[in-house]
């Protein structure tokens, strides 16, 4: 079979991990397999990896989508492009991942699809697909009868002035209006919204964990230097989030509170992927720039003693995952799919946005130690690894392949 990925990023980022290992799946399974993407363009060589994105065109999207409240409805540029490549190879499955993101006019893609009759897996990696102009409902229900005068509507996809969550909800609702050939794949906590929302109520789904690269990436490593190079000393418990500062949905303002409550602690607070201002944070923080390496990344989480999530909206963060993997229990807030994640013994979820109580639960996190590592890290790998959802993931494209089998018969 022919599989054609679609994403806003390939082998960067959460997504683009995703992108990567499902295109490695495929390819394992002896599927030929194309890779479409529109940012952050990736030189490694892989032909199968097609950059469809332009830069200028993309700001000029983002641009549009802040003072017009557009997003996802330019980049035609792209979208031609990426239609065109569709059309010369002519998949016989699409397999959609982030559609937002400033690189590809879903809408066009979608009737693309559905006039062509192509089988799709619409993989959500958020609530995109069945709100309005967001990624989150966060506490907002309106995606249960029609989105209309956004209350979020400075979140990303931020739009200033123009309110046009109505617009785009119709959009999707004609969109969606006899796509039958369309599967819609997340986590249990994101289809279950799904399930509930107006626009995809009647629409198939498939649950899914998300996998991480346990076995060869994220397992415990001896992170003693790091340690020593950023100058930790051992009585110091470590506190560590990886996410932008800027990104208003991982809450990392959060953390840095934290740093503040804790200032007196023998606890330091490391951010991995900081792009703040520096000049007022607390002494007991050490930003860190964006890690590109996973190698690398593994040993900060290996390093820390708790991983803190402060996402206020995320189907299952991967972040967290990886640092499972590596032996590293999780504080965070009880919101969205972030607590799905792990059990009691692995995870301590407190009420949304009380950073006092997040403060307390890092300060009486005890330790880490080699059993706990071990548990910790031996859950993680029956439930998140690549190994252990093979299974899954097989069966489920396998079933896909059929469907395009008996597609074909009945033409």
């Not at 548990?375 to 059929?402: L, P, W």
Request: hydrophobic share 35%.
């Amino acid at each position: 079979m022919k599989f054609a990925l679609v994403n806003v990023y390939y082998k960067h980022g959460s997504t683009g991990k995703g992108i990567k290992r499902n295109y490695d799946r495929l390819k394992s399974y002896g599927h030929e397999v194309k890779v479409f993407y529109g940012a952050q363009k990736q030189d490694d060589g892989n032909s199968d990896a097609v950059f469809i994105g332009n830069r200028y065109f993309n700001y000029f999207h983002m641009l549009c989508s802040k003072y017009l409240g557009l997003d996802g409805l330019l980049s035609n540029i792209s979208t031609t492009k990426l239609l065109r490549h569709l059309k010369r190879y002519q998949p016989d499955v699409v397999w959609l991942s982030g559609l937002h993101g400033y690189y590809v006019n879903w809408y066009r893609l979608i009737k693309f699809l559905k006039k062509n009759d192509i089988r799709t897996v619409y993989g959500m990696v958020d609530e995109f697909a069945f709100l309005g102009k967001c990624c989150s409902s966060f506490d907002c229900e309106k995606y249960k009868t029609g989105c209309h005068h956004c209350p979020y509507l400075k979140h990303y996809p931020q739009s200033f002035i123009f309110d046009n969550s109505k617009l785009i909800f119709n959009l999707k609702k004609k969109a969606y209006r006899g796509w039958d050939k369309v599967v819609f794949r997340s986590a249990p906590y994101v289809v279950n919204k799904a399930k509930g929302s107006y626009l995809l109520k009647d629409k198939q789904f498939a649950e899914t964990d998300s996998s991480v690269d346990i076995t060869n990436i994220y397992h415990p490593r001896n992170s003693e230097k790091l340690r020593q190079e950023l100058g930790i000393p051992e009585n110091k418990k470590v506190a560590l989030l990886c996410a932008r500062s800027t990104d208003a949905h991982k809450g990392a303002q959060y953390f840095e509170e934290c740093a503040r409550l804790c200032e007196h602690d023998d606890i330091v607070f490391v951010q991995v992927a900081f792009n703040g201002n520096k000049e007022t944070l607390p002494s007991n923080f050490i930003p860190i720039s964006y890690v590109s390496s996973p190698e690398l990344l593994a040993e900060y989480y290996s390093m820390a003693d708790v991983y803190v999530c402060t996402s206020v909206s995320d189907a299952q963060p991967n972040a967290c995952l990886e640092a499972m993997g590596c032996g590293t229990p999780i504080v965070g807030f009880n919101i969205s799919g972030v607590p799905y994640v792990a059990p009691k013994e692995f995870g301590t979820f407190i009420e949304p946005f009380d950073v006092q109580k997040m403060a307390e639960a890092i300060r009486n996190l005890p330790r880490k130690t080699e059993a706990s590592i071990k548990a910790c890290h031996e859950y993680a790998k029956q439930r998140f690894s690549v190994e252990a959802t093979n299974g899954v993931h097989a069966a489920f494209v396998a079933e896909i392949c059929q469907k395009v089998m008996d597609d074909k018969k009945g033409q």
